[in-house]
């Protein structure tokens, strides 16, 4: 860990009712370290992207596993699940479905709010989903 990062760290339940409570903890915590409101609302909406999934889809048998980094250029997020994985190929650029589908558009708009981005899958293994930004100067949002 670096000096200057601060970390969060903790699990949730994969339940849907728990997203929300996770997502305002991850806002309220990088709120706390100085990250402005334009890339906090870019960094929550995908993160809360990748917890929906994860609970979604990943039929997890333990909590998902949830640490949030903020350094001051910086911030990232892990969202690792131990779930049933998938074949990760298919996410390199993940494209917007079609207007009319119902589904698909989770990991495109993570990708789209984040300027690091990566899964890692496995087939019986979970999911890691990696999401950052580079902050746009931080305070300048909140000064105005």
């Known amino acids: ?68 980094r903020v350094a001051p250029d910086r911030i990232l997020a892990l969202v690792q699940d131990n779930g049933v994985g998938f074949e990760a190929r298919l996410v390199a650029e993940p494209k917007l479905p079609e207007l009319e589908a119902e589904r698909g558009r989770g990991l495109p708009i993570m990708r789209r709010c984040c300027d690091i981005f990566a899964v890692n899958s496995l087939p019986g293994k979970g999911t890691a989903v990696v999401l950052g930004r580079y902050l746009r100067r931080a305070h300048a949002s909140n000064a105005a």
Do not use: K, Q, T, W
């Open 1 to 68: 860990m670096n000096i200057s990062e601060a970390v969060l760290d903790f699990r949730v339940r994969p339940e849907p009712d728990r997203s929300r409570g996770a997502r305002d903890a991850i806002v309220r915590f990088a709120r706390s370290n100085g990250v402005g409101d334009d890339d906090l609302a870019y960094f929550a909406m995908a993160v809360g992207e990748a917890l929906a999934n994860a609970v979604e889809h990943a039929r997890a048998a333990v909590p998902i596993a949830v640490e949030v």
